[in-house]
């Protein structure tokens, strides 16, 4: 299978504790998405790479979320200090800048639920 | 700022009906716009994408409009089956790149 892969499929977690969530793009694209998507409510935008680089973070994203791409390939998102808010389907999308469309792709997605 | 927004947020309809999805943006400066859906607990798949200067694409028995003058998209189903019970999500790319908002999406059933 040549699609975006996300790990785990679901994360349950108490509050104060620390989640970190993986993304494998497809293999040629060069960008990559991290989406939260709460119950009822279409995604939000995190954060997103090309390439290595972080390119924009949203203000959603405090200081507890990093993200990293460190080779260009998977990403990792970590929340820190979990707290009860942060459940949500966390979702991975990647897409390439070849493509004149730049259709994203997105994984299966985390289901996030912090007690 | 651009927002997105669908109505019905929930749709009930009998097999074999004919029915369509609306998606409305506010800023007509768009570059894109698609149409994804999404099962219960799991990701988003892409059903369309229509370019700025498309005025429809079809796939199956989807039939996706965009009128850019207007800030609105339709997305039409035809005979419509159980198995499309899902949430249909609409997106327009934030800038040129990918980032992507989106609409709160429809909730259809399709009833047997």
């Known amino acids: 299978d040549t699609g975006v892969s996300q790990d785990p499929r679901h994360k349950i977690t108490k509050r104060g504790q620390n989640v970190t969530f993986r993304c494998d793009p497809i293999?040629?694209?060069?960008?990559l998405y991290w989406y939260r998507q709460t119950l009822g409510q279409g995604p939000e935008f995190l954060t997103y790479?090309?390439?290595?680089?972080?390119?924009?973070k949203s203000r959603l994203l405090s200081d507890r979320f990093s993200a990293e791409r460190p080779k260009g390939s998977f990403s990792t998102l970590e929340i820190q200090r979990t707290e009860q808010g942060d459940s949500a389907m966390y979702l991975c999308?990647?897409?390439?800048?070849?493509?004149?469309?730049?259709?994203?792709?997105f994984g299966s997605g985390t289901q996030l639920s912090v007690l | 700022k651009q927002e997105v927004t669908q109505i019905p947020a929930a749709l009930s309809v009998p097999e074999g009906e004919n029915l369509v999805l609306n998606c409305s943006f506010t800023?007509?400066?768009?570059?894109?716009l698609q149409w994804f859906r999404q099962d219960p607990g799991k990701g988003l798949t892409s059903l369309l994408l229509?370019?700025?200067?498309?005025r429809e694409q079809t796939s199956g028995r989807l039939n996706a409009s965009l009128d850019k003058s207007s800030g609105r998209s339709t997305l039409y189903i035809a005979a419509s089956q159980p198995g499309d019970s899902a949430t249909y999500l609409c997106?327009?790319?934030?800038?040129?790149?990918?980032?992507?908002?989106f609409g709160q999406g429809t909730e259809l059933s399709v009833k047997p």
């Open positions: 229509i370019q700025s200067s498309q």
């Open positions: 800023d007509s400066a768009i570059y894109n």
């Open positions: 999308a990647s897409s390439s800048t070849d493509r004149v469309d730049e259709k994203l792709f």
């Open positions: 293999s040629e694209h060069n960008r």
């Open positions: 997106a327009v790319p934030y800038n040129q790149g990918g980032k992507l908002i």
């Open positions: 790479f090309q390439n290595e680089a972080q390119l924009e």
